[in-house]
């Protein structure tokens, strides 16, 4: 669960901060008005990062559906293995307490489907934070060949933003509001300033894009 709100412009560093637990950092980024060329090797390295998130996520072993036992196991922590996707879920319950069936319905009908289906989508867009981020492409070879380790970075914030963002009209359907804890509702809105659930990106105006389909 992230612990505070992460802003959507992001800086990865190594070092003292990594030792502390890597969190992303508020950097105001130096984009060009212009489009400027894409520099292969740098957007080859954020795919490369956006992949090991993916993999980390639990992204990759998704079940086709939890049912109310496996369910009960995320919520009581002990769902094996750990996906995002069912911590999303988990963490929309605790603001839905009476809603059980309801939530479940929005993991097994919206959050787990949508996921399968969007992973090329998923990776161009993330993909495209790490690329418009102020870290050195060297730094971003190094996160996406595990050199440093990814443990307590705010990837989190992204995940949470992007799925709750994308499934919101499901969401709302079902009755459910967002999870309202650990800076959640924060990176949700900072995220719906360019990312919606048709359309738009993680990345503000102005920025490269890498030509993702959104």
């Given at each position: 669960?992230?612990?505070?709100?992460?802003?959507?412009?992001?800086?990865?560093?190594?070092?003292?901060?990594?030792?502390?637990?890597?969190?992303?950092?508020?950097?105001?980024?130096?984009?060009?008005?212009?489009?400027?060329?894409?520099?292969?090797?740098?957007?080859?390295?954020?795919?490369?990062?956006?992949?090991?998130?993916?993999?980390?996520?639990?992204?990759?072993?998704?079940?086709?559906?939890?049912?109310?036992?496996?369910?009960?196991?995320a919520?009581?922590?002990?769902?094996?293995?750990?996906?995002?996707?069912?911590?999303?879920?988990v963490?929309?319950?605790?603001?839905?307490?009476?809603?059980?069936?309801?939530?479940?319905?929005?993991?097994?009908?919206?959050?787990?489907?949508f996921?399968?289906?969007?992973?090329?989508?998923?990776?161009?867009?993330?993909?495209?934070?790490?690329?418009?981020?102020?870290?050195?492409?060297?730094?971003?070879?190094?996160?996406?060949?595990?050199?440093?380790?990814?443990?307590?970075?705010?990837?989190?914030?992204?995940?949470?933003?992007?799925?709750?963002?994308?499934?919101?009209?499901?969401?709302?359907?079902?009755?459910l509001?967002?999870?309202?804890?650990?800076?959640?509702?924060?990176?949700?809105?900072?995220?719906?300033?360019?990312?919606?659930?048709?359309?738009?990106?993680?990345?503000?105006?102005?920025?490269?894009?890498?030509?993702?389909?959104?």
């Amino acid at each position: 669960m992230p612990r505070r709100a992460a802003p959507a412009w992001i800086r990865l560093g190594f070092g003292p901060v990594a030792a502390c637990g890597l969190a992303f950092a508020a950097v105001v980024l130096a984009f060009q008005a212009e489009a400027a060329d894409i520099d292969r090797e740098r957007a080859s390295a954020s795919r490369a990062l956006a992949q090991r998130y993916w993999r980390e996520a639990g992204l990759d072993a998704l079940p086709q559906r939890y049912d109310p036992t496996r369910f009960e196991k995320a919520v009581g922590g002990e769902d094996d293995p750990y996906n995002i996707i069912a911590a999303i879920a988990v963490a929309t319950l605790t603001s839905n307490p009476e809603r059980k069936e309801g939530v479940l319905r929005y993991l097994n009908e919206a959050l787990l489907p949508f996921a399968r289906s969007h992973k090329d989508q998923y990776l161009c867009l993330v993909s495209e934070v790490f690329y418009n981020s102020s870290t050195d492409t060297d730094e971003i070879q190094g996160l996406a060949k595990g050199k440093y380790t990814s443990e307590g970075m705010a990837i989190a914030f992204i995940n949470y933003a992007y799925f709750l963002i994308k499934t919101e009209s499901e969401r709302e359907k079902l009755g459910l509001v967002i999870p309202g804890n650990s800076g959640i509702p924060e990176s949700v809105a900072s995220f719906k300033k360019t990312l919606s659930p048709d359309g738009g990106a993680l990345i503000p105006e102005g920025a490269v894009a890498l030509g993702c389909s959104r």
